[in-house]
């Protein structure tokens, strides 16, 4: 901690001198006594950072004040904006339609257009009002069971009257609801206003005589509503921006439509309060497709579905998106989109996804970082991560904490193959294993026997594998009584005493019935002469990194556990 001298600040740090190098230590040693030591001070000056820190503090509190009152000042304005707004609404409507008196063709021309502009503010009110209460997180739900279809046509009706009202374009829709789905626990007011965010969205990029749709269907434990449209669609320097505030894009289609930039935004951030999200893929000149996830009903029994599993694509690249997407798709997997690092381990812990494919090459949070953020959270760490890299970028991914990589193109062959070993994995039975280590005596022996380092026992944990780890048979006797053992790894190189550790092995009661799997040669041949124990041999060299391989021999020696 800095200390004040005077008028000024200063940070003082003290250094033995035997951590600045042997030969700065050597020149001082005729310096000092045999009995006393040389520290070396360093003081700098702070004086000025304080300062700026301080100033810098003070003025995030202002901002913090002047950003709490510019929401109390929307929320006001809002609110006083409503009432006359309702009252112009309320006439307009009954002078338009004629029911205070019969009016020329002028008139009620005059009266659509009072009626549409003040359909226009109140919509801009509402919008207004909606973010102030995000941004203050004072918006709250009111979740009730919901019919999915009436909840989807009043969506469609609401978007279809208000451009009936401002252009004579027409544009079909259909509406696809999949079989035995029909209710949904959520806000009722705010799942229709995010529905008619979208398709708002929609039918602005949707050219005359195109079609628009929503279909729901199930993504495993999650219900997707996906709005899709045939339109010109978004350009790939402006997807990053799309779930932004105030962000508008300007194309022929859109400038005839009045707008805020704010319909995206709100309708991401109400998705998230409702414990969902929503993705997109787009395509210039061939349409987009915004999905809708969110949680099923607590009372539904939604079994996970075999087919279609969700998968998590992380890409920057909207190319890139389009091409992984497609084949995934092809291979029957639903596709969620991230584009950024923060994005990416937000729908992770949400989505919970079978896999992630991920680029490295993210903008602001590296895919590195990306991944060893997502190994240090329980929340996480077991979800399969395969990079997609180019040949430059790749490597070691047992380092990484990876699962697998797959080269940019990615090949179709190649991610059927990855996603089929994956999937042979997920059909594993979790299994528990108790790690045992013999002491060599002898260090010629030190190198032989493939080693279990850090990168295997992670490997082994995100196979929802428990690895319990004993210093002695002591301890292992103790931890087999409590925990319910599949296999033992025996680690280490065998030497005189690690005979009768062998010996003392086989006559445990607990132990000496569990499959005993050996790393080196030498160990294996000493195990064998100890008549009751079942021996699994996995010889590998010891610079070996193949853990799948001992993955394999577990599972072969957990199959052929002798049960009581």
């Known amino acids: 901690q800095p200390k004040n001298l005077g008028d000024r600040a200063w940070q003082f740090i003290k250094l033995p001198f035997n951590e600045l190098g042997n030969s700065l230590e050597a020149e001082l040693f005729n310096l000092q006594n045999a009995s006393s030591s040389l520290w070396l001070v360093v003081a700098t000056d702070v004086t000025e950072n304080q300062q700026l820190c301080q100033e810098l503090s003070a003025k995030n509190a202002d901002l913090v004040q002047l950003n709490r009152l510019k929401d109390e000042f929307l929320a006001c304005i ?47 009110v509402n919008d207004l009002l909606d973010l102030t209460r995000l941004e203050t997180g004072q918006l709250k739900l009111n979740p009730t069971s919901v019919s999915i279809k009436n909840l989807c046509e009043q969506a469609y009706a609401a978007i ?13 829709f259909r509406l696809d609801i999949e079989a035995g789905l029909k209710t949904i626990v959520a806000d009722e007011l705010r799942l229709r ?33 996906t709005v899709w449209d045939k339109g010109i669609g978004i350009p790939e320097e402006h997807q990053h921006l799309i779930f932004q505030k ?71 690249k909207p190319k890139a998106i389009e091409d992984l997407t497609e084949k995934l798709v092809d291979l029957e997997y639903r596709v969620a989109i991230a584009r950024t690092g923060t994005e990416a381990l937000e729908k992770a812990r949400q989505l919970q996804p079978h896999a992630i494919f991920l680029n490295p090459n993210l903008p602001l949070l590296s895919g590195w970082d990306v991944v060893t953020l997502l190994k240090s959270d329980r929340q996480t760490q077991q979800i399969r991560v395969i990079l997609t890299v180019t040949q430059l970028q ?40 108790l790690h045992l280590y013999l002491e060599s005596e002898s260090s010629i022996d030190k190198g032989l026997g ?3 380092d850090l990168a295997t026992i992670n490997q082994l944990s995100q196979m929802s594998h428990r690895i319990i780890e004993a210093d002695d ?17 025996l680690e280490g190189s065998i030497s005189e005493t690690s005979l009768d550790y062998l010996r003392s092995l086989g006559e445990c009661e607990e132990l000496s019935k569990l499959p005993l799997i050996t790393l080196d040669a030498k160990t294996t041949e000493a195990a064998n002469r100890v008549g009751n124990l079942c021996v699994f041999p996995c010889l590998l060299p010891a610079d070996s990194q193949n853990g799948d391989r001992l993955l394999q021999v577990i599972q072969i020696a957990a199959e052929n556990k002798i049960e009581d």
Request: charged share 20%.
């Open 78 to 124: 809002s609110h006083e904006l409503k009432s006359p707004l309702t009252a112009v609404l309320g006439l307009s409507s009954l002078l338009k339609e004629q029911k205070l008196g019969e009016l020329n063709q002028r008139q009620v021309r005059y009266a659509q257009l009072i009626y549409q502009s003040g359909r226009q503010l109140m919509s801009l």
């Open 450 to 452: 493939f080693k279990i």
């Open 394 to 433: 790749k490597l070691n991914n047992k380092q990484s904490g990876v699962y697998g990589c797959l080269d940019l193109p990615v090949n179709r062959d190649a991610l059927q193959a990855i996603l089929h070993e994956k999937e042979m994995h997920l059909s594993l039975k979790n299994l528990t294993i």
């Open 473 to 489: 048979l002591e301890q292992a006797e103790m931890l087999a009584s409590v925990w319910k053992i599949d296999v033992i790894v």
């Open 193 to 225: 206003q995010i529905l008619v965010h979208l398709l708002d969205n929609a039918v602005k990029f949707t050219p005359e005589g195109q079609e628009i749709g929503l279909k729901v269907n199930r993504w495993e434990n999650w219900l997707a509503f």
């Open 246 to 316: 105030f962000q508008q894009l300007e194309s022929p289609l859109t400038r005839q439509f009045e707008g805020t930039g704010l319909g995206l935004f709100l309708a991401q951030r109400l998705a998230k309060a409702h414990g969902g999200d929503i993705s997109f893929i787009s395509k210039v000149g061939q349409g987009s497709e915004f999905t809708l996830l969110l949680p099923p009903n607590p009372t539904d029994a939604v079994q996970p579905q075999q087919r279609y599993p969700l998968v998590l694509v992380v890409e920057s």
């Open 160 to 172: 279809a009257q208000k451009y009936q009202e401002k252009t004579e374009r027409t544009i079909s």
